[in-house]
């Protein structure tokens, strides 16, 4: 079965470091999301990228965020200044279409973000 | 606004006995519904999904739920629980023309041997 691919698993960084988080989505879908889960917390949207473009962002994905697909393969979320409270799970997922479809998504097994 | 109630934070029960988690979402017009299942340390796993058609609906794992709209509901069930089925479970709500999904806060599922 197709499967979202995440890299790395676990990164640790220091506070203010930039980091980039790698994501590499099921080759034909076209809808690419992030999600962030502090630990012990619920699952909570960040932003999702079709054709390019961002089409929806939270208010927790502010300018310290970023999102790029680099090539045709990888799907990327840039942090620029870490700080403390970003250390959280971050998931990757991907669509072949919109959720109004019977498709739904493929979630990552993530990658644990640890601020220190 | 989308929104999805997990009214239990834990639930404990015994292997073998019948599971049903709640879930309660808020939007208006007819909602696309999941459950997810985590593992500790691990990812989300899909277990079912209603988009339409017959409200109750099959998912992996033996697990089904039923949606009812009266209600706002979309409860999971499991007539016979594994000790594998310890996990935390998510239901989550998406609308029809929205591509974010909203996750509700979780119920920790601990099962007593």
């Known amino acids: 079965e197709p499967e979202v691919t995440q890299t790395p698993s676990h990164q640790v960084t220091q506070m203010g470091q930039e980091v980039i988080l790698r994501c590499v989505p099921i080759?034909?879908?076209?809808?690419f999301y992030w999600y962030r889960q502090i630990l012990g917390q619920k699952v909570e949207f960040l932003v999702s990228?079709?054709?390019?473009?961002?089409?929806?962002k939270s208010e927790i994905f502010d300018d310290q965020f970023s999102v790029e697909r680099p090539d045709g393969s990888n799907f990327t979320l840039k942090i620029r200044s870490t700080k403390l409270e970003d250390s959280a799970m971050y998931f990757c997922?991907?669509?072949?279409?919109?959720?109004?479809?019977?498709?739904?998504?493929?979630f990552g097994s993530g990658t644990r973000l640890t601020v220190v | 606004a989308q929104s999805v109630t997990q009214p239990d934070i834990h639930i404990t029960v015994s292997e073998g006995a019948s599971l049903e988690l709640r879930c309660n979402y808020s939007?208006?017009?007819?909602?696309?519904l999941f459950w997810y299942v985590q593992s500790p340390g691990q990812g989300l796993q899909l277990l079912l999904k209603?988009?339409?058609?017959?409200?109750l609906v099959q998912g992996i794992k033996g697990f089904e739920a039923e949606f009812k709209r009266s209600q706002s509901s979309f409860n999971l069930r499991k007539p016979s629980v594994h000790w594998s089925d310890a996990a935390e479970y998510f239901c989550?709500?998406?609308?029809?023309?929205?591509?974010?999904?909203?996750f509700g806060s979780g119920t920790r599922l601990s099962i007593r041997p």
């Open positions: 080759s034909n879908h076209l809808y």
């Open positions: 989550a709500v998406a609308g029809g023309s929205a591509s974010k999904i909203i």
């Open positions: 997922a991907s669509s072949e279409a919109r959720v109004g479809t019977v498709y739904g998504y493929t």
């Open positions: 939007y208006g017009a007819t909602p696309y």
């Open positions: 209603y988009f339409s058609g017959d409200t």
């Open positions: 990228f079709y054709n390019n473009e961002i089409s929806e």
